[in-house]
């Protein structure tokens, strides 16, 4: 079984960068396409980026373009998210997600079928 831990989270002011760290385990991580998610209070769950199996491919949600860097590691089975020049409405509970083996990524949440436990980061002056 799949298993997701996030880590990294935490309270910064705006401008600071953080990186999020997702650990993979319970299959084979090289055969997983990863995602980042996010979800602030009152909000729905929102697509932030995705990387695919092959490291060739990354898409990221607009409002995070040119300041967050999705990221694997093969080696210790773990997906990363730099966040540089944070926002206040970067502020939410984020969450690491892959689908099932070989399949492509995608930014529809519900077509994800692990998750992380969610870190939280808050943004705040």
């Known amino acids: 079984q799949v298993q997701l831990v996030e880590s990294g989270g935490g309270s910064v002011q705006p401008g600071d960068s953080l990186t999020l760290s997702c650990e993979f385990s319970?299959?084979?991580?090289?055969?997983?396409?990863m995602a980042w998610f996010r979800q602030a209070p009152g909000k729905d769950r929102e697509f932030v980026a995705l990387?695919?199996?092959?490291?060739?491919?990354?898409h990221y949600t607009d409002s995070v373009k040119g300041r967050f860097t999705i990221s694997r590691d093969s080696a210790k089975n773990a997906v990363y998210l730099q966040m540089n020049s944070l926002k206040p409405d970067d502020s939410a509970v984020y969450y690491c997600?892959?689908?099932?083996?070989?399949?492509?990524?995608?930014?529809?949440?519900?077509?994800?079928?692990?998750w992380g436990q969610g870190t939280q980061v808050t943004v705040s002056s």
């Open positions: 997600a892959t689908r099932g083996p070989y399949l492509p990524p995608t930014t529809w949440g519900h077509e994800y079928e692990h």
């Open positions: 319970g299959g084979v991580f090289s055969r997983h396409a």
């Open positions: 990387i695919s199996q092959t490291l060739t491919f990354t």
